[in-house]
């Protein structure tokens, strides 16, 4: 398997388009006295859409700057292209790019502009900063706002039985118990797409960083284990729980995200742990039901340590080839993008599937339940942090068929932690990483 945020693409794709360039490849040239700027973007819908909003915004509000949108394909050959443009020194004025560990393969320190001397850079969430930061250096601002591993629950349902959102697994465990009595199926799981197999371990990741802080650095140098470690062995356990329990909907194995998203609408099933991008495609084919749809964080052992596990946005970044005037417009452009100005720009060009990453930025009064959910888990200090392929380069790529073999029964938990451990070895050993 990719990375975990490359499955998204599965699920963007309902929403996706081949977005055309609206410019030629490559440094533009000032047009009179004005700075015309390129700006790179991956060519889903919503890229597309967002960067374009961006640009329109910011050259009206600076008419001596234009900024033109380009697009490039998204994955692998995105991914390639990126670091064939970089390392060529032809890379657009500014640019669109992964955040996180898939930052540093394009060596920021000699590709990038560090950004962490402008204004802005202490207005952006801690989290975000973490995730564009290499050698004390921050180097971009983002672009969308934040995704969740979560739990989308159906709140009718849940209102109808008398049921809390729970903060530990107990009482998680307890609501579904309650469900299973009422003939509603408690958890929902979709493993004929097996990507969505696997928010039990890495949604649960704020859980293992509030019991183990030093968990993702010991894992990246190989001193620390899934299986062996009590608080990251439990995502396995607690998916092979709710499937001996008899949690699960009749068709968990069949099913894909459609059907899942279909089952917590229409409330025959309560929970569906899953990204929280779904809500896009929950609110675009229910969109009378999304009101009733909620979300909250994946359950732990410690209610006073709960919180959303999140995964950064993209950010936006300046090429160390860009110089001269294109230099100060790129920062110009980079400042107005991460003001709640340049967040509003985003959510009238796309409207906004999590929360916004600026400190001052709020949502749109008509977002989703869910999307507001998220909004105060990541105002509550403390309560969200990122997911560990943010903070570790280490990701195996056979997690998605382990967690399906756990939660369907095939494999014990312990047994699939073990597994997953020995898997994560070729890919550390290709990246070269010490103590593997």
Known sequence: MKRFLTPLAVLSAVFALTACSAGSLGSSEGDGDGVTLSFLVDNSETAAKVGAGLAKDFSAKNPGITVKVETRPQGTEGDNLIKTRLSTGDMSDVFEYNSGSLLQAIA??????????????????????TSVTSDGKLYGVPFGGFMSGAILYNKAVFAKNGLQVPRTWAEFMANNTKLKAAGVAPVIQTYQETWTSQLFVLGDFHNVAAAEPDFATNYTKNQAKYATSPAAVKGFQRLQQVHDAGFLNKDFASAKLDDGVRELATGTGAQYPILSSTIAQLAATYPDKVKDIGLYAIPGDDAATNGLTVWAPPAVYIPASTSGAKLDAAKKFLAFIASPEGCTSQANAYPPTGPFAVKGCTLPADVPQAVKDMQTYIDTPGASSLALEFLSPVKGPSLEQICV????????ADAGAKLYDEDVKKQAQQLGLAGW
């Open 108 to 129: 920021p320190a000699k590709n990038l502009v560090a950004v962490d001397d402008q204004s802005y850079a202490a207005q952006l969430d801690d989290n975000f900063t």
């Open 405 to 412: 073999e756990v939660g369907s029964g095939i494999r014990k």
